[in-house]
């Protein structure tokens, strides 16, 4: 989640106004009065880890069941709400956010059976619409999310259909939550086939013919919370259409294969069956059954976790493996199901330098390179021959790239920080791209612009940063800033354009991105280097790239403002309490906060592979208990003004993480500088929430921003 800021250094806009524009400038109010923060009840909790005694008072937070927390949550929200309405423009913002929201928003179309369908949003939806057409027909709603609930906090969460488009199974997730219900329709005519599915989690819906599907879930908490009950052990299953979802067949996983997340796929003729199966979010098994035997067994051809594959396509008995097996960069291999052993794995695009994904459409295969956090796209043969360059706008993001074999082309979009996303045209056979869908956000990137530096971190390691403003702006240290980045679980942050930006950057503010360690930016070796006790790393990156703005004159402490969602959440409270000094503002985003307890929720013992746990070794504990933000935090220290977000449905990351750290933070904190806890209610993680929900957050953070910096905003009609 990429988000922004709007504000502006009231002499510096005045002076840059007309008489006219003045009128539009709206002051930060001298001080606002803040209701004394909830009297917290602390209990007398203690562990001892490898000799160490650990106080946890605030443990009780952590039963999301309870009428206390409950009750806890409404004082905490009635605090921040009452502090949020007395800032002068947060009204204005939101207003501004609104209009700039409303514009429609298209998906790249994809063809199933006869019909084209392609996802639309008219502006302000709460969610997206699935339309379809026949040919050059008029499009017809075929799916509407909005209608899943009266709030919009329902949304569709997955779709898939059968090979021939007849038939279709979709997720809904609702008040955002890793639990889904499924539903299936015949196409033709809309009706439900069979029952809706439910308790379904961390599942794609591979179809076998118009028999049924493969999917995959855990078995539901029977005790306690839900929400944040442990899930353990990843089951496979098939559900043959309409039979009740009791009965359906067992494939792989349980007590007998313990896997934490088994994934299945069928390749596009529907030969092999592919499963993949992992004890972390790194790594994993590589099961094949070849479908068209019968009574075929479960090959197993990766027996172990230490590197990631995944089949993409077959060419009759030729799998098409991607893998970083020997490769940290990643390659993609082909491999006989005769004698499938990686020993005899036979290169087909061979590693380079920088980091590949691989997809495939029209029979072609397509590269997806990653030169410093920024795309370029080749386009090969099934033997792995170079064939073409996909010619791209400019320095940004490419993304899509995928078709069935039979298509003659293909639809991919382009972004960057301040190229607003547009879909692109591709005609497999020439080569050629024209723009099909521009997007109609108010946006003049002409008057941007963006560029990357490459800063010292502290022990010596290159880092990019992509910076982002409006052209001309002057380096004079005082410019608002948002310093935004993720650093884990080999995720890229590659440019991105975001609506929500368009405030801050239309302001005069600056916008900067760096690829901390632990992404998956420059391959396998730059994720592990910011993992486990080498997770300091990712903090020092993004320390070092604060200091880079200031030293720059980009920015200075006054005017610096952090942020990051769910990991980047832990790297924001890590960088708070190691160097509350450098930042003004923080906002810390459905964060992993106790590092010393993460792993007894939900699915969070996955998370492992990067964190280490503190059960692991006295060593790892310790290393853990230094920077775990909720520990970290220290009595009688100034803070930066901080407002901490989560969502009373988080299944994911939960919520008790930002409560414990929210109380801790207000205990503790000695200063005037406000912290404050935003707790949405009826929603998750992140995916699927409303569009009116997403813009009312948007608006109360970068109002928050503003106020704290002491800045004016410049109301924008």
Same mark, same amino acid.
């Given at each position: 989640?990429?988000?922004t800021? =709007?504000?502006?250094i009231?002499?510096?806009a005045?002076?840059?106004?007309?008489?006219?524009e003045?009128?539009?400038?709206i002051?930060?109010?001298?001080?606002?009065?803040?209701?004394?923060y909830?009297?917290?009840?602390?209990i007398?909790?203690?562990?001892?880890l490898?000799g160490?005694t650990?106080?946890d008072p605030?443990?009780?937070?952590?039963?999301?069941?309870? /009428?206390?927390?409950?009750?806890?949550?409404?004082e905490?929200?009635?605090?921040t709400?009452?502090y949020l309405s007395?800032i002068p423009f947060?009204?204005?913002i939101?207003?501004?956010l %609104?209009?700039l929201?409303?514009?429609?928003?298209?998906?790249?179309p994809?063809?199933?059976g006869?019909?084209?369908?392609?996802f639309?949003?008219?502006?302000?939806q709460?969610?997206?619409v699935?339309?379809?057409q026949?040919?050059? $027909?008029k499009?017809?709603?075929?799916l509407?999310p909005?209608q899943?609930s009266?709030?919009g906090?329902?949304?569709?969460?997955?779709?898939?259909?059968?090979k021939?488009?007849?038939l279709?199974?979709?997720?809904?997730s609702?008040g955002g939550?890793?639990?889904?219900r499924v539903?299936?329709?015949n196409?033709?005519n809309?009706?439900?086939?069979?029952?809706t599915?439910?308790?379904?989690?961390?599942?794609?819906?591979?179809?076998k013919g118009?028999?049924?599907?493969?999917? +995959?879930?855990?078995d539901?908490?029977?005790e306690g919370?839900?929400l944040?009950?442990?899930?353990?052990?990843?089951k496979?299953?098939?559900?043959?259409?309409?039979?009740?979802?009791s009965?359906?067949? #067992?494939?792989?996983?349980g007590?007998?294969?313990?896997?934490?997340?088994? $994934?299945a796929?069928?390749?596009?003729? /529907?030969?092999?069956?592919?499963?993949?199966?992992?004890?972390?979010?790194t790594?994993?098994?590589?099961?094949?059954q070849?479908l068209?035997?019968?009574?075929?067994s479960?090959?197993q051809?990766?027996?172990?976790?230490d590197?990631?594959?995944?089949?993409?396509?077959?060419?009759?008995?030729?799998?098409?493996?991607?893998?970083n097996?020997?490769a &940290?960069?990643?390659?993609?291999v082909?491999?006989?199901i005769?004698d499938?052993d &990686?020993?005899?794995?036979? !290169?087909?695009?061979?590693?380079?330098?920088?980091?590949?994904q691989?997809?495939t459409?029209g029979?072609?295969?397509?590269?997806?390179y990653?030169?410093?956090a920024?795309s370029?796209v @080749?386009q090969?043969?099934?033997?792995?021959?170079k064939?073409?360059?996909?010619?791209?706008?400019?320095?940004?993001?490419?993304?899509?790239?995928?078709?069935?074999k039979? /298509?003659?082309?293909?639809?991919?979009?382009? %972004?960057?920080?301040?190229y607003? &996303?547009?879909?692109f045209?591709y005609d497999?056979? +020439?080569?050629?791209?024209?723009?099909?869908?521009? +997007?109609g956000?108010?946006?003049?990137?002409?008057?941007?612009?963006?560029?990357?530096?490459f800063y010292?971190s502290?022990?010596?390691?290159?880092?990019?940063?992509i910076?982002?403003h409006?052209?001309?702006i002057e380096?004079?240290?005082?410019?608002?800033t948002l310093?935004?980045?993720y650093g884990?679980?080999n995720?890229?942050l590659?440019?991105?354009?975001s609506?929500?930006?368009?405030?801050l950057?239309e302001?005069?503010?600056?916008? =900067?991105?760096?690829?901390?360690?632990?992404?998956?930016?420059?391959g396998?070796?730059?994720h592990?280097?910011?993992?486990k006790?080498?997770?300091?790393n990712?903090f020092?990156?993004? @320390?070092? =790239?604060?200091?880079?703005?200031i030293?720059?004159?980009?920015t200075?402490?006054?005017?610096?403002?952090?942020?990051?969602g769910?990991n980047?959440?832990?790297?924001? $409270?890590a960088?708070i309490?190691q160097? &509350?000094e450098?930042?003004?503002?923080? #906002?810390?985003?459905v964060?992993?906060?106790?590092? #010393?307890?993460y792993h007894k929720f %939900?699915?969070?013992? $996955?998370?492992?592979?990067?964190?280490?746990?503190a !059960?692991d070794?006295?060593?790892?504990?310790?290393?853990?208990?230094?920077?775990?933000?909720?520990?970290a935090?220290r009595?009688d220290?100034?803070?930066? =003004?901080?407002?901490?977000?989560?969502?009373?449905?988080?299944?994911?990351?939960?919520?008790?993480?930002?409560?414990?750290?929210?109380?801790?933070l207000?205990e503790?904190?000695?200063?005037?500088?406000?912290?404050l806890i935003r707790?949405e209610?009826?929603?998750g993680h992140?995916?699927?929430?409303?569009?009116?929900m997403?813009i009312?957050?948007?608006a109360d953070?970068?109002?928050?921003?503003?106020?704290?910096m002491?800045v004016s905003?410049?109301?924008?009609?």
């Amino acid at each position: 989640m990429k988000k922004t800021a =709007a504000f502006l250094i009231a002499s510096v806009a005045i002076a840059a106004c007309t008489s006219s524009e003045k009128q539009n400038m709206i002051q930060p109010k001298d001080k606002i009065t803040i209701l004394p923060y909830p009297n917290t009840k602390k209990i007398d909790i203690k562990d001892n880890l490898f000799g160490t005694t650990v106080e946890d008072p605030y443990r009780w937070l952590e039963d999301d069941l309870s /009428e206390e927390t409950k009750e806890w949550v409404v004082e905490e929200n009635k605090v921040t709400q009452n502090y949020l309405s007395q800032i002068p423009f947060r009204e204005a913002i939101r207003e501004r956010l %609104t209009q700039l929201w409303n514009y429609e928003k298209y998906s790249a179309p994809f063809r199933e059976g006869k019909f084209t369908y392609f996802f639309k949003n008219d502006g302000l939806q709460n969610q997206a619409v699935l339309y379809r057409q026949l040919g050059d $027909g008029k499009p017809e709603v075929f799916l509407d999310p909005n209608q899943f609930s009266k709030d919009g906090t329902s949304s569709l969460a997955g779709i898939s259909f059968s090979k021939d488009g007849s038939l279709v199974a979709y997720q809904i997730s609702d008040g955002g939550s890793d639990w889904r219900r499924v539903i299936v329709l015949n196409t033709q005519n809309k009706d439900q086939i069979g029952e809706t599915m439910v308790d379904i989690k961390f599942s794609d819906l591979a179809w076998k013919g118009n028999d049924g599907f493969y999917y +995959s879930s855990y078995d539901k908490p029977k005790e306690g919370s839900q929400l944040s009950g442990l899930t353990q052990h990843h089951k496979l299953f098939y559900h043959k259409l309409g039979t009740p979802q009791s009965q359906d067949k #067992l494939i792989f996983g349980g007590q007998e294969t313990p896997r934490r997340y088994i $994934g299945a796929t069928l390749t596009e003729d /529907e030969r092999f069956l592919v499963i993949t199966a992992a004890v972390s979010t790194t790594g994993n098994e590589l099961y094949v059954q070849d479908l068209s035997k019968g009574n075929s067994s479960i090959m197993q051809i990766v027996k172990n976790f230490d590197n990631n594959h995944e089949v993409i396509d077959n060419e009759g008995e030729d799998l098409l493996i991607f893998t970083n097996l020997n490769a &940290p960069n990643f390659r993609l291999v082909k491999a006989n199901i005769s004698d499938p052993d &990686p020993a005899n794995w036979k !290169d087909i695009i061979p590693q380079t330098e920088n980091v590949l994904q691989v997809s495939t459409g029209g029979h072609k295969l397509f590269a997806n390179y990653l030169k410093d956090a920024t795309s370029y796209v @080749i386009q090969f043969d099934y033997s792995g021959k170079k064939e073409k360059e996909i010619i791209l706008p400019g320095l940004g993001t490419a993304s899509g790239f995928g078709a069935k074999k039979e /298509e003659k082309d293909l639809y991919y979009t382009f %972004t960057s920080y301040v190229y607003p &996303p547009t879909i692109f045209k591709y005609d497999i056979a +020439s080569g050629k791209s024209e723009e099909y869908k521009k +997007s109609g956000v108010k946006f003049d990137p002409s008057k941007y612009e963006s560029k990357q530096v490459f800063y010292t971190s502290k022990d010596g390691t290159k880092v990019p940063m992509i910076i982002t403003h409006k052209k001309g702006i002057e380096l004079n240290g005082k410019n608002p800033t948002l310093l935004y980045a993720y650093g884990g679980f080999n995720i890229s942050l590659t440019p991105a354009f975001s609506t929500s930006n368009i405030v801050l950057l239309e302001q005069g503010g600056i916008y =900067a991105v760096p690829n901390l360690r632990g992404g998956g930016e420059y391959g396998e070796k730059w994720h592990i280097a910011g993992t486990k006790m080498q997770k300091q790393n990712v903090f020092d990156d993004f @320390i070092a =790239a604060a200091q880079y703005l200031i030293d720059n004159k980009y920015t200075s402490t006054p005017y610096l403002g952090i942020s990051g969602g769910s990991n980047g959440g832990l790297l924001v $409270g890590a960088a708070i309490t190691q160097k &509350p000094e450098l930042f003004k503002v923080a #906002l810390p985003a459905v964060g992993v906060l106790d590092m #010393l307890r993460y792993h007894k929720f %939900t699915a969070g013992a $996955g998370w492992a592979y990067d964190y280490g746990t503190a !059960d692991d070794s006295k060593e790892m504990f310790e290393y853990l208990y230094k920077y775990s933000p909720y520990h970290a935090i220290r009595k009688d220290v100034e803070y930066p =003004a901080t407002m901490v977000t989560t969502a009373d449905h988080d299944d994911r990351v939960v919520p008790a993480h930002s409560f414990k750290f929210a109380a801790r933070l207000q205990e503790y904190h000695k200063g005037n500088n406000p912290v404050l806890i935003r707790i949405e209610t009826n929603a998750g993680h992140g995916a699927g929430k409303p569009t009116n929900m997403i813009i009312q957050e948007q608006a109360d953070k970068w109002a928050f921003m503003f106020q704290n910096m002491s800045v004016s905003y410049q109301e924008i009609k």
